[in-house]
């Protein structure tokens, strides 16, 4: 039977514009050269592990959508280097009529790199990092003549109907009722500022090259002390990430932007809703959004800003917020118009989006280099870059990860409306926060 799609995706898809796909990427650079041949036999084989990455959607009755598998040929492009830019220009995603990944490998001199596109309707940025994990680990049996064992991460495409749920339940809902209320109340109905002034643009037309994005990392030393900085002030990472994108979009404004009232400006960061019954659950969207609302008042103090970032993170958390997005969007989809209608709305919905995947590669039992860079066959992968998609109102969406000891950060940026200076500005604004002592 064809798979219904879950609210989450519903709303991926149906915010897709031509102007802003909504997909995400996944960019591998590596020293020395990987066999091409094997490589593609990986990919064909991971393909087969998760059912999503060889489905496109079909709507049926009353605007709903099921996927569908189909036998559709693997998207590989080759491209001779140097390579222009980090990413070569990709082709955005018609899923109802191919599936939702795409692969582009580019081979140069001395190295190669290879870019994963994945529609967001598919996968979430965790179920896309287990596809790479399969692919290399695929690829490392391969190259050593062996042959891969078929589902080795026991991956169960049972569990796939199991994605869109939130955790809701009838005694969560009540025991946490006024916190969710308020919390749905602010997503539906409070809209904040986006980040910078621009003129309504029609989404409907496309872009070539949509796809405009600059990167920077923090040295292992500068990683290890902003990481200590974290436990010193006893909060998470990702709290004093928040914190340091909110006072540099503050310090950003300040520079690029007419000055005003203080405006709302909301960062959207995902929330992985996937439980240890799913955790062999093939690539899909397990996931949710979760958003944190401050003015720019609030940016005067930031250690109080800090502190107060923990205080709402953790509110969240004890408070079961995860499951607001999910039910905003049933919400959504049973008035009039559904999802459709609330997204045709030119408001901003989110300043930005950090999304951070964490330390990635870590489990893989692959030879290493002595700084923790990983040998894949006869090369070395020496850079891991992720984008989340942006869309329209939303001009930032960053993408934070920790690969061989290196704090390393991707900022896409919407090129329509900020130039290339401005959004390389915002960037080292952002990292001298990082490398700050305090």
């Known amino acids: ?10 709303y991926m898809l149906l915010d897709d514009r031509p102007a802003y796909p909504m997909d995400s990427f ?3 650079r590596f020293s020395g050269r990987l066999n091409l041949s094997q490589f593609k036999e990986s990919i064909a084989a ?13 709507k049926v009755r009353h605007g709903n959508f099921v996927w569908e598998e189909v036998e559709h040929p693997l998207f590989f492009r080759q491209i001779q280097g140097p390579l222009a830019t980090r990413f070569p220009s990709p082709e955005a995603i018609d899923l109802f009529n191919e599936p939702g990944f795409k692969t582009y490998f580019v081979e140069e001199k001395d190295s190669c790199s290879v870019l994963f596109q994945l529609h967001h309707s598919v996968s979430d940025g965790i179920g896309e990092m287990g596809v790479i994990v399969d692919i290399l680990s695929d690829y490392a049996v391969r190259h050593k003549g062996g042959l891969p064992p078929p589902n080795p991460r ?9 994605r869109g749920s939130s955790g809701l339940t009838l005694a969560k809902y009540f025991r946490f009722y006024f916190p969710t209320a ?15 002034h621009h003129a309504p643009l029609n989404t409907e037309i496309g872009t070539k090259d949509y796809l405009a994005f600059c990167v920077d990392e923090l040295t292992p030393e500068e990683t290890k002390i902003y990481f200590a900085r974290a436990k010193t002030h006893r909060v998470t990472v990702n709290d004093l990430l928040l914190r340091d994108l909110f006072l540099a979009m503050g310090n950003w404004r300040k520079k690029w932007v007419a000055p005003g009232n203080h405006p709302w400006l909301r960062v959207s960061m995902p929330m992985n809703l996937r439980t240890e019954q799913l955790k062999n659950m093939p690539a899909a969207n397990a996931v949710t959004m979760l958003f944190l609302d401050r003015k720019e008042r609030d940016f005067s103090d930031p250690d109080q800003l800090l502190q107060g970032i923990h205080r709402e993170t953790d509110w969240i958390k004890r408070t079961e917020q995860k499951h607001v997005l999910l039910l905003s969007l049933r919400i959504c989809n049973l008035l009039p118009g559904g999802i459709a209608r609330e997204l045709k709305s030119p ?19 692959f030879p290493r280099q002595p700084d923790g860079r990983l040998i894949v066959g006869d090369a070395v992968l020496e850079e891991v870059d992720a984008t989340p998609p942006i869309r329209s109102g939303t001009l930032i969406s960053l993408s934070a990860l920790t690969y061989a000891g290196r704090l390393r950060l ?12 401005q959004a390389n500005d915002l960037l080292a604004i952002f990292f001298s926060l990082l490398r700050k002592e305090k």
């Open 46 to 58: 991971t393909v087969r592990l998760h059912p999503l990455l060889r489905s496109v959607a079909r």
């Open 154 to 162: 026991k991956l169960d495409p049972s569990l796939l109907p199991l």
């Open 26 to 28: 996944r960019f591998l």
């Open 1 to 10: 039977m064809p798979l219904p799609f879950s609210i989450f995706e519903k």
């Open 347 to 365: 408001k901003c919905r989110a300043t930005s989006v950090l999304s951070n995947l964490g330390r990635v590669f870590e489990s893989l039992p």
């Open 410 to 421: 991707t900022l896409r940026y919407d090129a329509k409306n900020m130039t290339a200076e």
């Open 182 to 196: 308020i919390t749905t109340f602010q997503l539906l109905f409070h809209f904040p500022a986006p980040l910078s």
